[in-house]
């Protein structure tokens, strides 16, 4: 569960739909007078005045919904809210009343969490004006009473899953367009999806993902601007898909900064760049950044960025000539609003087995072990700097299965990342 704060959440009135509304309009909130149903009382009331009147006990029931929102997205079903009004008013027990909404308060007062949820404590304050119908400027016969309603509202991250797709094909070391006929139907049979019916996607070619410049998707076709990849190169095509709770499809941006190492510095500026003209991005304006260099998935702890910025933070030095790519993704909601996600990649080195567990995690890099897939949105796997398609493994809570005979060069390394994206 992600750390949220009191000032990150709002609280509206709204209908039943969650859409917001204003609670000084008429039929807004719902007032019932059920004082006819009910056996109620009076009393008698010394007024100001010294004069004593008897007042008689009306009874309303108080209706509406409210709706939580955060970073103007509503992250809560309508709530609805019902309570009974009891109040005393100088004026004949089957007097026929309107009630008028003079303040609506709706504020969070504390967020405590339970196991996988929060518990977010409402408190709503509304004061209203109770009034005999058709007298509205009869003074004397307004009623100003106060209600005072606590809720407690259980509120669980929803998981965005991905559908995700690798179109598999390999170099033939002449042509430069590829076909859905080109694919390696072992590993998939949907050939080269409409780039417009999914969120994002990546090329990689011998293991480096390539800048959009460098080719053309659509549907069923990929043409290569470049120099032909040598013969047997692996040529992928990651497809990601993200959609909302009513099947649309979630925008996304995907952004590559490039520059080549030079083999003697750690830090990468804007004026670095190659293939690039938006520099080094703001870390906190998009989803998520990966960072490879020589087509290798880095740790997290490997380096850091800011806006044109990238410090890298270990004493090996990439050599000369070696690309270094930073892929900044930005994921949005239907209204624009980019959706932070959270990465975690698993580390391991290549044995003379195809089962990897907890144990194998190089713990230098971290140690949260695997994944369980369940609670995360999808994760890619990378074995020697190649992106694997999903049939040949797969992924258990502490458990990395690779489905395949052909077992890796022993010490090569394997990267499992995690992207998890809620909402």
Request: hydrophobic share 35%.
């Amino acid at each position: 569960m992600s750390s949220i704060n009191l000032s990150q959440i709002e609280c509206y009135l709204t209908d039943r739909y969650g859409n917001i509304l204003d609670p000084y309009t008429p039929g807004s909130i719902s007032y019932s007078d059920v004082t006819r149903f009910l056996k109620t009382g009076s009393q008698r009331v010394r007024m100001p005045s010294g004069k004593y009147v008897r007042m008689y006990q009306f009874v309303v029931y108080i209706q509406g919904y409210l709706s939580l929102f955060m970073e103007c997205n509503r992250i809560s079903l309508p709530i609805p809210f019902r309570v009974y009004k009891s109040f005393y008013l100088d004026v004949p027990r089957r007097t026929v009343l309107s009630f008028k909404t003079c303040l609506f308060k709706c504020n969070i007062h504390s967020i405590n969490t339970t196991n996988d949820s929060l518990n977010i404590n409402i408190h709503v304050r509304m004061n209203t004006t109770a009034y005999p119908k058709n007298q509205k400027n009869n003074v004397g016969c307004l009623r100003f009473f106060t209600t005072e309603i606590n809720i407690t509202y259980k509120y669980k991250e929803n998981l965005l899953k991905a559908e995700v797709y690798q179109y598999n094909a390999l170099s033939d070391g002449d042509k430069n367009t590829y076909y859905d006929t080109d694919e390696l139907t072992e590993y998939g049979n949907k050939g080269i999806l409409d780039p417009e019916t999914v969120s994002f996607f990546s090329l990689y070619i011998n293991g480096v993902v390539q800048p959009g410049v460098n080719y053309e998707i659509k549907e069923g076709d990929l043409r290569l601007k470049t120099n032909v990849p040598i013969e047997n190169a692996p040529i992928l095509i990651r497809f990601v898909t993200f959609k909302d709770t009513n099947g649309e499809v979630l925008p996304a941006e995907i952004y590559y900064y490039y520059a080549i190492s030079d083999g003697e510095k750690t830090e990468y500026r804007n004026g670095d760049a190659i293939y690039s003209d938006k520099g080094i991005l703001d870390p906190e304006e998009v989803s998520f950044i990966n960072l490879y260099i020589n087509g290798v998935l880095q740790p997290s702890v490997n380096y850091t960025v800011e806006e044109n910025l990238l410090a890298l933070l270990t004493s090996d030095i990439p050599p000369n000539e070696v690309p270094i790519v930073l892929e900044f993704i930005t994921i949005k909601r239907l209204n624009g609003q980019v959706i932070k996600a959270k990465t975690y990649t698993f580390n391991a080195l290549a044995h003379e087995n195809n089962i990897y567990t907890n144990e194998d995690e190089l713990t230098i890099y971290g140690n949260q072990g695997i994944l369980d897939p369940t609670n995360t949105s999808y994760n890619n796997l990378f074995i020697n700097a190649v992106l694997q398609p999903s049939v040949n493994y797969s992924v258990q809570k502490g458990l990395l299965t690779l489905n395949t005979d052909n077992l890796p060069l022993k010490d090569s390394p394997i990267a499992l990342q995690f992207v998890t994206i809620t909402s």
